[in-house]
Structure formats: C-alpha cells, structure tokens
C-alpha cells in the first residue's frame, strides 16, 4: 500500500501522523510525507526571497520529523516539500506517486472563516483519484 501522508505542521497533522502509526501495518507499506508551502504572492516583505527560503526549511523539517516518527515505527518512507496551492499540489503529488491513500488532519473549520480558509481537506477529498482518510480531533 502507498500512502500519502500530507501534513502542515498542526496539531491535526500530527494526529493524522499517529493514525498512520495507528491503523496501517508497516510491512509493504511506503508512506511519503508531503509538506506544501503555500507563500502568499506577492510576498508583502522587502526580504521575499529570505521568506521563502525559510519556509521551505521549515517545511523540509516537518517532514523529516514526520519521516523519523514513521521510520521509528517500521514504515519505509519519503518525503516532499512541493511549493504552491496545497489542494492542488497534494491531489498532484499522489496521482504521480500512484498513491492508494492520502491522510490528512481536518482543521474543523466552520462558517465565514471556512468559506474565507476553504478546506484543503474537503477539496482534496472530493478530487483525488484515489481515497482519502481525514483524520479528526474530537473537540473538548
């Protein structure tokens, strides 16, 4: 089984990382670990081009922590860090990756500020040509 598993740094990504660890075993299974870096353009800074490289870092470090977390647990990974829209940039990298699953955590946003946000996680469920786990928190 190939699993993409997109994360983005939240509290949602990680439990979408544990439910991975949680619910799929790891022999034949590879997971790779997609961090999307969504820059605002243009980049209101006078220092763009810093921005970015930052951004990108980080997203290489979630990744990898991610990636360690999985290895930890047996999984045989990769990782990504794609620049751009993530509903699109996710839905892209599992159609070329061939992948048999996306997971994802699920922001839970609702009302104006998911109309203003959109939902990564909607749309990506909706368009993907494979299926996709989204992955909660239960409110408290």
């Not at 997971?31 to 969504?38: A, E, F, P, S």
């Amino acid at each position: 089984m190939r699993i993409m598993l997109a994360i983005d740094g939240s509290r949602f990504s990680e439990a979408a990382t544990q439910a991975v660890i949680a619910q799929y075993q790891p022999q034949g299974t590879e997971v790779k670990v997609l961090n999307v870096v969504d820059l605002p353009l243009p980049i209101p800074t006078s220092d763009a081009a810093g921005f970015r490289e930052v951004s990108l870092k980080q997203g290489q470090e979630l990744v990898q922590q991610a990636e360690r977390l999985l290895g930890k647990a047996g999984y045989k990974t990769q990782t990504a860090v794609e620049e751009g829209d993530p509903k699109s940039k996710i839905i892209d990298q599992a159609t070329r990756w061939k992948a048999d699953l996306i997971v994802m955590g699920s922001h839970g946003r609702k009302g104006v500020e998911r109309f203003l946000m959109g939902s990564v996680a909607e749309n990506v469920s909706r368009h993907a040509s494979c299926s996709v786990e989204i992955v909660r928190i239960p409110e408290t």
